[in-house]
């Protein structure tokens, strides 16, 4: 029914023959009855003028591109498609204009900006060409549109964008067919120049083609999902929980439903449920918790993988999520807050907060990749749910941030199902970080494990490497210096948050920081003298650090560690970085350092950065993580 009604609306939004009323409104005519008889962007700049024929063309690329996001907004991917090939069928055959239309090729382009992105660049190169070939707009598209299918193919698109781009170039290219025969020439008057019935039947044949086609993309994108168990952090008990619907309920452990309710453990392991009345109800561990809609379509609607209706908020208002809950008591008499939700949806509340909402498309779908391998693998052995909510295993945020970029779930979808594989399995341990400095980690070197499709890759490949790609260079703490002294702009991650970076501590204020590692000097006289790395990855990343104080000494052994006790995170930003000493005894410690994160596996703001360079999804997975593929792990849909 939604792909149906996404249809209806974009054959409305393309019948609209912007051709038809520029016409009339700038020389009073019906341009169909001049040129080539048709109502196109072509036909009215040879009628009334170039500025009159562009004007036109970008109302057509923007109708489609308006079918493909009302689309969207109704049926997701799927709805996306239908609209967008209704528009160009609704072009070609105009409902509000007699059925005689134009050829659709800007109402086409404009849908595939959103349906097929990766592709128009490509196919407006091919276009171009052969219009400076041939000086035939009619021949250029027809072959362009023939050439759509092999286009998506070489572009590595799902095959739901393959068949797509097939058949709707078919359709573009049978309307063009005569008049690449016998292009049209100069002013002559014609008859309105709707499709003959020859085309007009291939149309019809083509449009069911499509239907067809989204009718078996309808079902694979019904077919097989994977729920996750999301542990949510950051709560206290006890929890609350309600519904952001004043006209819904929450309905708990099948049977009582209240606007809102008040959880607490008792002392015998079962779960407290407190009304807003004060009743207390007990429950045995665990309680499903579900939001109760008040008709059956919206519940429908509200649990729906498209949909993005805020559905429920957990322990304060300002946080939204999709799915169910359950409460369970943890091992320290907490409750376990679990959110229960389909892959995708999960992925979509992972997105925007590890890469950024506003992170350039193909590497939206590249970080919705490597969330979802990661998904796959990262257990809680130990606990009631699969994944938690934190940087443990991936920020997930609910769907909160995700409401508001329509990109994010729009990478997320198209990109359904998809995940890293080696070896013919998902590949386990997918690791990924904020900026590598210009070269990443190799897993084996910074953790003592080897992952074939997780080793050091230079983040520039446009450019010649920097100083810090040399791995034999950087065992010398001079060459490293100079290496972070050294900012290649060739690195798909210069200049971002991270590839270069210093913090400054006084020898006080180190031994501060130091405490929970070294423990608190005795003497107030006493202080932190050296920082010694005794211990480096080829890349630089230090994994093994002497601290000496002049009550003692102590070392930190591994590249978090090292981090996390001098100074968490966020400060030292890297385990690459040096140290410079002010002072006799040292007064000030300069740390100086590269990259943000552990920096094994996908850089994030180089993946940003190769997706600005044109680089789609697949090229930048295949470049951080070599030896890998693209599969889908659900059946049937995607590729």
Known sequence: MRLLLAAAIGYCIGSVSSAVLVGR??????????????????????????????????????????????????????????SGAAAVIGHILPIWFGFAGGKAIATFFGSCVLTAPAAVLPAGA????????????????????????????????????????????????????????????????????????????????????????????????????????????????????????????????????????????????????????GTRTSFESPVAVEIVAPDPVAARDASSRGSVRPLTWVGQPGYVYRGQFELACGEFGEIHVINILDLEDYVAGVVPYEIGAGAPFEALKAQAIVARTEALVERHADEPFDVCSSTHCQVYGGATA?????????AVESTRGEALFHGG???????????????????????????????????????????????????????????????????????????????EYTASQLAAVLAPVIGRLENPESRVIRVAVLE?????????????????????????????????????????????????????????????????????????????????YRAILEHYYPGTTVENILRPAGN
């Open 25 to 82: 409104a700038a020389g009073g005519i019906d341009v169909r009855k001049y040129g080539s008889g048709t109502a196109g962007g072509a036909n009215v700049g040879r009628v009334l003028g170039v500025k009159y024929g562009v004007l036109v063309a970008c109302c057509d690329v923007a109708k489609g591109m308006a079918a493909a996001v009302v689309g969207q907004a109704i049926g997701g991917a799927s709805g996306q498609m239908a």
């Open 126 to 277: 091919l276009w171009l060409a052969l219009y400076l070939v041939s000086r035939s707009v009619a021949q250029a598209s027809a072959i362009a549109s023939a050439c759509l299918p092999l286009i998506g193919w070489v572009c590595r698109l799902p095959l739901r964008q393959i068949l797509y781009l097939g058949v709707m170039g078919a359709a573009i290219c049978l309307r063009h067919i005569p008049d690449a025969r016998a292009p049209a020439q100069g002013r002559r008057r014609r008859r309105p120049g709707g499709p003959t019935k020859p085309q007009a039947r291939g149309l019809m044949v083509i449009a069911v083609g499509v239907g067809i086609c989204l009718a078996l993309s309808g079902v694979a994108d019904s077919g097989e999902s994977i729920r996750v168990r999301v542990g949510l952090v950051g709560l206290v008990t006890p929890v609350v929980l309600g519904s952001n619907s004043s006209q819904a309920s929450l309905r708990i452990a099948g049977s009582r439903e209240m606007p809102v309710a008040l959880f607490q453990p008792d002392d015998g392991g079962r779960i407290i449920c407190v009304s807003p009345d």
């Open 402 to 410: 995700e409401l508001d970029r329509p990109d994010v779930r729009r």
């Open 425 to 503: 399995k998902p590949a386990p341990g997918a690791k990924y970080h904020a900026c590598c400095g210009g070269v990443t980690e190799s897993a084996g070197a910074l953790w003592r494990f080897d992952v074939p499709y997780m080793v050091g890759v230079g983040c520039g490949v446009l450019t010649p490497e920097s100083a810090l790609h040399d791995a034999a260079a950087i065992r010398d703490e001079e060459a490293l210096r100079a290496a972070i002294a050294t900012p290649n702009p060739g690195d798909f991650c210069y200049g971002s948050n991270g590839y270069r970076w210093k913090i």
């Open 536 to 616: 480096r990855t080829p890349r630089g990343s230090a994994v093994r650090v002497r601290v000496t104080t002049t009550e003692g000494e102590c070392e930190i052994a591994g590249e978090y560690a090292i981090r996390s006790a001098l100074g968490g995170t966020v400060t030292i930003k890297s385990g690459v970085f040096v140290v410079d000493v002010e002072g006799d005894p040292p007064s000030t410690f300069v740390f100086s350092g590269a990259g943000y994160g552990h920096g094994v596996g996908m850089c994030q703001y180089g993946a940003r950065g190769m997706a600005r360079a044109g680089y789609n």
